[in-house]
């Protein structure tokens, strides 16, 4: 059975911390993507991945990075979080293959004060 | 981007009913694909329609793609509680990106 794995469900950090998410997926997948998704916003994409320590801006990249050093497992980076970081980020991955359905994780409810 | 929009932002129907939600987006497409979404959860695939097929089915789903009008349906027969669930569709153009609509709320009330 497919899985992706999320660090945590929940999360409270304060304005001005460094913030790490981490994505583990165990189907040796390609691809991997961070959203955030927020009400009457949808899924917006932060970051994707189509290979270790390669990365492509999503369409909405400021205030984040990310980090892919094994094929496993993509971080998101808060640097410095802020009040409007506060949402839920949701990792997905893919296989490389075009079309391809994305698996998603559980989602991590961040919230910062 | 351009997202896909879907309709109605909500809904809310007996078990037993037929749902319909639809989809529209804006720019061409090689694939559509549904998901579903459980209250504060991840998304799960449910289908994927390419570009070429016209109608997809799967259990009590069936999905339909209309590239003409830029649009799609997914229609969930014989509803259950258990459907009840936030419903998005994804446009695919190509590359490994999906662009996510914000999504139709459904309620089955048993």
């Known amino acids: 059975d497919v899985k992706v794995t999320q660090s945590s469900r929940y999360l409270v950090k304060r304005t001005g911390e460094k913030v790490f998410l981490e994505c583990v997926q165990d189907?040796?997948?390609?691809?991997m993507f961070w959203y955030r998704q927020d009400p009457g916003l949808g899924l917006r994409l932060i970051y994707f991945?189509?290979?270790?320590?390669?990365?492509e801006k999503g369409d909405i990249p400021e205030g984040y990075s990310v980090s892919r050093e094994k094929k496993e497992r993509f971080s998101l980076i808060l640097e410095s979080a802020s009040t409007n970081q506060t949402s839920m980020y949701l990792c997905?991955?893919?296989?490389?293959?075009?079309?391809?359905?994305?698996?998603f994780g559980p989602g991590t409810r961040l919230t910062v004060t | 981007s351009q997202q896909g929009e879907e309709d109605p932002q909500a809904l809310s129907i007996q078990e037993g009913e037929n749902a319909t939600m639809n989809c529209s987006y804006k720019?061409?497409?090689?694939?559509l694909q549904w998901y579903r979404q459980n209250s504060g959860r991840g998304l799960v695939h449910l289908i994927l329609?390419?570009?070429?097929?016209r109608e997809k089915h799967s259990g009590r789903l069936r999905v339909t793609l209309d590239t003409s009008k830029k649009s799609s349906s997914l229609l969930i027969t014989a509803s259950r509680a258990a459907d009840t669930a936030s419903y998005f569709c994804?446009?695919?153009?190509?590359?490994?990106?999906?662009?996510f609509g914000k999504g139709t709320k459904l309620s089955v009330i048993p």
């Open positions: 994804a446009t695919g153009a190509g590359s490994y990106q999906l662009t």
């Open positions: 997905a991955s893919s296989r490389s293959s075009s079309p391809s359905e994305q698996y």
């Open positions: 329609i390419r570009s070429n097929e």
């Open positions: 189907m040796d997948h390609e691809n």
């Open positions: 991945s189509y290979d270790v320590k390669m990365k």
């Open positions: 720019t061409s497409i090689n694939n």
